[in-house]
């Protein structure tokens, strides 16, 4: 554990970049060649690198964010581990139990609550939706984020720090784990059941992540996780559908040049909000 802390305590910027850019390959190339979806024979005119390139875009911009305010982070874990603040200086624990603790508490603040959030609060989900109109969900729709959600995401990332006390080590292994599952559970697969089964009892699949990315309502609002699905679970937000079921992007914007168009994309939280339709019912099917 103790080289495990010593290496996340020290990553070269460079390997952070590796983990980034060596997940999107990776999975690219598995989805390649066992794709859930064919998107170029159910869409005339899709193109996987002009998809890619917009996400690639929104990629970049989150970069450029969170390395402006990566000072703040850096600051408040220094601050925290000084001051003995957050959890994990209040209870004293083996390494191994705190880099669990730790993660689960990132997560579940960092990631599990900041999404949720982002689902029900307007003003949020008004730069969370650029996430969730991408028709073609690929591995690189994990970084598919608005500016304005980037710093969403980094505020709760830094009071996930504040209240758990990590430690910079901690974040960073953190961040290596988020950018690896994240590019992994919106890779354009689907794991055997088995398989589906065994994994999903300690982290978010595909299968699972899926299923948030259904365009309307209930079922956008279920499966929020990140790294770890116990939190879907316990607050009573997981779900289950077949793959084939699943139709991909948001019922407000269905049109081809608002979901795939770098400049609608970015002003899409200005304009006028839409509230969702949400999936029909039989009553509701009889009146329209």
Same mark, same amino acid.
């Given at each position: ?48 690198? !002009? !998809? ?8 970049? =911009? ?142 978010? =699949? ?13 079922? =956008? ?68």
């Amino acid at each position: 554990m103790e080289r495990l802390v010593d290496y996340f305590e020290h990553i070269p910027s460079s390997h952070r970049s590796l983990i980034l850019v060596g997940g999107i390959t990776l999975f690219w190339l598995i989805e390649s060649a066992i794709p859930l979806f064919r998107f170029s024979q159910a869409t005339p005119g899709y193109s996987k690198l !002009h !998809h890619a390139g917009i996400n690639i875009f929104f990629t970049l =911009t989150t970069i450029v964010v969170n390395f402006i305010l990566a000072f703040i982070l850096f600051r408040t874990s220094d601050w925290v581990v000084r001051q003995h603040v957050g959890l994990l200086s209040w209870v004293d624990m083996p390494l191994w139990a705190e880099t669990i603790v730790g993660l689960l508490g990132l997560d579940l603040i960092g990631a599990w609550l900041a999404h949720w959030t982002q689902h029900k609060v307007t003003f949020m989900w008004r730069f969370h939706l650029i996430h969730h109109t991408d028709a073609y969900v690929d591995t690189t729709t994990a970084n598919r984020h608005h500016p304005g959600e980037s710093v969403i995401r980094f505020v709760f990332t830094t009071l996930a720090v504040l209240v758990m006390g990590a430690p910079m080590w901690l974040v960073f292994l953190y961040q290596a784990l988020s950018v690896l599952l994240s590019q992994f559970n919106h890779a354009n697969i689907e794991l055997p059941r088995w398989a589906d089964r065994l994994l999903g009892l300690v982290i978010v =699949t595909p299968n699972m992540h899926h299923v948030h990315h259904h365009y309307v309502l209930p079922v =956008t609002n279920t499966n929020y996780g990140n790294i770890f699905p116990c939190w879907d679970r316990l607050f009573g937000t997981y779900h289950e559908m077949a793959g084939k079921n699943i139709h991909y992007g948001i019922d407000t914007h269905t049109e081809p040049n608002e979901h795939s168009q770098i400049g609608s994309l970015l002003k899409m939280p200005f304009q006028k909000y839409r509230p969702p339709v949400g999936e029909k019912t039989p009553e509701t099917k009889e009146l329209a």
